[in-house]
Structure formats: structure tokens, C-alpha cells
């Protein structure tokens, strides 16, 4: 896709007016209207539609269909992205904008797979059903990939962007961007599995390391995000935030010389619970435990 370049001062973006609250928008990708209350205010939302919505940082509560009834929080270091009341299936994906063909080599390809009824689709494919789906794509639910973007270059000819799309309008893109006329229909197995039925639920435990020496080593990272998914003031979240970024490069510290002797698996399960520790640290709004 075309990419024109500009110099970085028009490039640049002002930053936020410093207030706290963090907007997100209510979507709802089904056929029907939906309903959902938080902190005691009633959402309808359309089929189809999204309601944007202003949250503090702190705890909530929200009670819908779906989600049933639960407690949450909201942080103020998070990019508020959704709210997915039907904890319906979405798609984040990527795609490269270049200033000519040549320049896509200075891209590589992410080829991972993500299964929707039963059918796989390979490609800068990231899925989810989170009931808070984090932000920080280029276009949301209601735009599209736009033929072409103007912007700053870093120096590699092109830039990579991304969309949120849900399943339907994933579905119909893949179709039409990979030039696969029917691909969900002609893929999707007669079997094909009935819908799971999806809980809107805390965090998991963080895993353990089987090897002891590493996970000797978590008990730092452990507490913080213990702390972290009870923190309903903004000034704790802040201040946990930059705990967590100590105790993170202390872990890093510590472990850096294992990974020759340690026994195999070790550096996987490490790499996985350094995963989870930052998905907590990271998150704009966890349901409560």
C-alpha cells in the first residue's frame, strides 16, 4: 500500500490535556441490541454500534448478559481500547504502507495463525475475546485500511499500521486482501465446533518455573503484580508501575547467566511468566479476583 513521507515536525502529535480518565467504547458486533450496565448507568447499544464511555481510574462494577455480574478495575497507565460486553471473537492486524514495492523487504512477514470456527488463518494476525481489549491501533472497528497514508519515515521507506476489525468484517477482509473468494465457507469444517461459552474472568496465577534457580528469582515480579491487581488508586498504580519496571530489570539481572545450565524448557517457561507479568502490568482494566 502507498506511503508518502513527511518531515518528522509534521509528523508529530500533541499529547494528552493530562486528565486521568481513560475513554473507551462499548462495541457491539452481534445482531441484536444489547445491554450493559456500569457503575449503575445502563448502556443499549445497537447491533452493530459502539457507546463510548469515560472511566476513572479505580474499581467499577458492570452487569450485563454475558459478563454477568462482576467488579473490575480500571488503570491509569493503560490504553483503553473496548469493552466487549458479548465477548465475541476480534481480530488486530497489521499491515506494511511502503513508498515503493522495493521497500517492503525492510518488513518481515509475521506469519502467525488464529483459528475462527474451526478455520485457520495465517498471517500479522492477533486474535482475542477479552472483555477489555487494550488499544493502541491505527484504525478502529468502523474504519477501514485506508488505500493510502501519509506520515513520518523512520528511515525504512514505509511504516506498519494496524486495525481492529471483528470476525465478520476480519473475515470479508482476508477474503478480499488475499484475493480467497469463500475461504471461510469453503474451509469451515461440517463439524465445525459448537461456540464455547466464554466467562469474563480475572487474570490467571501466574506460572511457575519448574527450574528453582529461576524461580527463585519471581518472588519480586510476584509481589508487585499481586499489588497491581488491587491498586484502586492512581498514584499506587503509578507507583507500582515503576516497581514493576525495577523488579523487572533486577529478574533480568539475575537470570541472564542461567540460561546454559539450566535444565530444558527453563528459558521457555521464563520467557512465559515474564509474558504474563508485563500482560498485568500492561492492561488498561482487569476484572477483579
Not at 52 to 65: F, I, N, Q, R
Not at 151 to 171: L, P, S, V, W
Not at 214 to 240: F, H
Request: proline share 7%.
Amino acid at each position: 500500500m502507498k506511503y508518502r513521507l513527511l518531515p518528522l515536525s509534521a509528523a508529530l502529535v500533541l499529547a494528552g490535556c493530562g486528565d486521568e480518565s481513560l475513554k473507551y467504547s462499548i462495541d457491539n458486533p452481534t445482531d441484536a441490541t444489547i445491554a450493559l450496565d456500569i457503575d449503575g448507568t445502563s448502556y443499549r447499544i445497537p447491533a452493530h454500534d459502539a457507546k463510548d464511555v469515560v472511566l476513572k481510574p479505580g474499581e467499577h462494577s458492570m452487569k450485563g448478559a454475558t459478563v454477568g455480574d462482576l467488579k473490575f478495575i480500571v488503570y491509569v497507565t493503560g490504553k483503553p481500547g473496548l469493552i466487549n460486553p458479548t465477548l465475541g471473537d476480534y481480530v488486530i492486524t497489521q499491515e506494511a504502507y511502503v513508498t515503493d514495492e522495493s521497500k517492503m523487504k525492510n518488513f518481515g512477514a509475521i506469519k502467525s495463525k488464529i483459528v475462527l470456527d474451526g478455520v485457520t488463518f495465517s498471517g500479522p494476525f492477533q486474535h482475542t475475546h477479552s472483555l477489555f481489549i487494550d488499544g493502541g491501533w491505527s484504525f478502529g472497528v468502523k474504519e477501514n485500511f485506508p488505500d493510502s497514508l501519509t506520515g513520518h519515515d523512520a528511515g525504512n521507506g514505509g511504516n506498519i499500521f494496524t486495525k481492529i476489525f471483528t470476525k465478520k468484517d476480519f473475515i470479508a477482509y482476508y477474503e478480499r486482501r488475499y484475493d480467497a473468494p469463500d475461504y471461510f465457507a469453503k474451509n469451515r469444517p461440517a463439524d465445525a465446533p459448537a461456540p464455547e461459552v466464554r466467562k469474563a474472568e480475572p487474570p490467571a496465577p501466574l506460572p511457575t518455573i519448574d527450574a528453582a534457580e529461576y524461580e527463585s528469582q519471581t518472588g519480586p515480579l510476584r509481589e508487585v503484580c499481586a499489588k497491581y491487581l488491587k491498586a484502586t488508586d492512581p498514584s499506587e498504580q503509578k507507583a507500582l508501575h515503576k516497581s514493576y519496571f525495577d523488579a523487572s530489570m533486577a529478574y533480568t539481572q539475575a537470570t541472564a547467566s542461567l540460561a546454559m545450565k539450566a535444565p530444558p524448557g527453563a528459558g521457555e517457561q521464563s520467557n512465559q511468566f515474564v509474558f504474563a507479568t508485563g500482560a498485568v502490568i500492561g492492561a488498561s482494566a482487569l476484572v477483579e479476583r
